[in-house]
């Protein structure tokens, strides 16, 4: 088995003491990966969930060896290139209609950042003083420490704490419970704040908690009743994940400012987006340098990302994307149906083309070992499975075929006969 052990390399989300190999991968394709002995995983969550139709697609990847025969990086303040200009005017064009604007950046929690950043500008240079934060109980909006104080406080950012700014925590809108949520978001809003961040119908790292879009259109129209600024962290949700191109579309709501990453190249190379209304621009637009926008990432607007990211939008728009789309959220609500009564898992929840479910332990919580032992077994199958505690989830490339996803499913049921309990 190609299993990396004595290497420098210090990795993500990882307990080295506890694990510590790591398979080495020298190929993928479509929904599998391929380690140098020849072994195989089936890629069941979708490298972290940023690969969208498959590994290696090939129109993405073409346009990538296209790209590196004329332009690299180049600076992007005061010049640009046309993979830059015909990309943004692309996302302009298939997002809500309002996000007339596209800020460039490399990764998910920078475009969280971003969107932070562009809020609290909007109302310090429109002369008001907001700046609080409203966020979800269980968010995830990613690691670093903006996005982390955004996030919901847990074992992964306890030692950061004292470095968190304080948000005004909303609870998560669980089935029943809604209007606990839209009370206190809408306390929240009437005190001034600033802006409300959230991940439309499902938060991911949380563990998969679903909510409607009904909910969603609600927290959106709250926002607008006293101007707090709505921010859709569709970094996950977006590019088909949920079923429609983006969660936004499902709640029929355009937010003040959305944040892309993971899919927008298709999963192939970083890049990140965060898209804003007129008014948050023109908030910044003035002949004072002051009331610029004070961000750059060194790779901001990658040309090769750029053109990755055309190449993707083009698979959307002129292949069976979002017929393969609808065709494996079908798949997966069959194959979910089979565990709705199963007395091992609850909560067996689906959107799109996410499936998820929790087995019954004797143990709960991310750091209790079934985490690992589940992910050990899952990897000494050829799947690709990283529960969230005891939350299992598949979150497959669409280009997951029926008799793949028959082997995610039997190997839950496997998994469920040796740690269920
Ligand atoms: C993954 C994720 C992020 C962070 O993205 P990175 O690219 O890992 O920085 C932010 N928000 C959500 C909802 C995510 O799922």
Redesign the pocket.
Known sequence: MSIVTDSPVWRPFTQHALQPGAYKIAHAEGAWLTAEDGTRFLDAISSW?VITHGHRRPEIMAAIRKQTETLDQIIFAGFTHEPAEALARRLVEITQPGLDYVFYSD????S?EVAIKMALGYWRHRGETRARVIALEHA????TVG?MSAGARSVFNAPYEPLLFDVARAPFPHAGAEQETLDALEKFCREGAAAFIV?PLIL??GGMLTYSAQVLREMKRICETYGTLFIA?E??TGFGRTGTLFACEQADIVPDIA?Y??GLTGGAVPL?VTMCKREIYEAHYARDRARAFFHSSSYTANPIGCAAALANLEVWEKTDARARVANLCAMQAERAARFAQDSRFSSVRQLGTIVALDMTVAQSGYLATISLDLMRFFNARGLLLRPLGPTIYVLPPYCVTGEELDLVHAGIDEAARQFGG
């Not at 990764?107 to 920078?110: F, K, L, N, P, V």
């Not at 995830?140 to 690691?143: A, I, K, P, Q, R």
């Open positions: 969930w990764s998910g929690s920078t969280v995830y909006h990613g690691d996005t991940e991911g790292a962290d970094v996950m944040c990453s993971k990140a």
